[in-house]
């Protein structure tokens, strides 16, 4: 896991979002499965394959800044 920064645009999402205004997305899909093994399957198949997606194993930590070192988001 690398600590690259967040992209301003990110950033601002992150400092914005709130118990009140939530500013992040989610999806919830829907399947009929075809066997009793298959609900087992799809789990399966997902927790593998998401492990080759970087942005699923980002873990935001906040820092510290003094606003003199900023970097101005312009």
Not at 28 to 50: E, I, M, N
Request: avoid cysteine; proline fraction near 8%.
């Amino acid at each position: 896991m690398t600590a690259d920064p967040l992209a301003p645009l990110d950033l601002a999402f992150w400092n914005l979002e709130s118990a009140g205004h939530p500013m992040h997305l989610a999806a919830l899909g829907v399947f009929t499965a075809g066997s009793p093994s298959a609900a087992a399957h799809a789990a399966d198949l997902l927790a593998a394959r998401s492990a080759a997606v970087p942005g699923l194993r980002m873990r935001i930590r906040d820092t510290w800044q003094p606003l003199g070192l900023r970097r101005s988001l312009s």
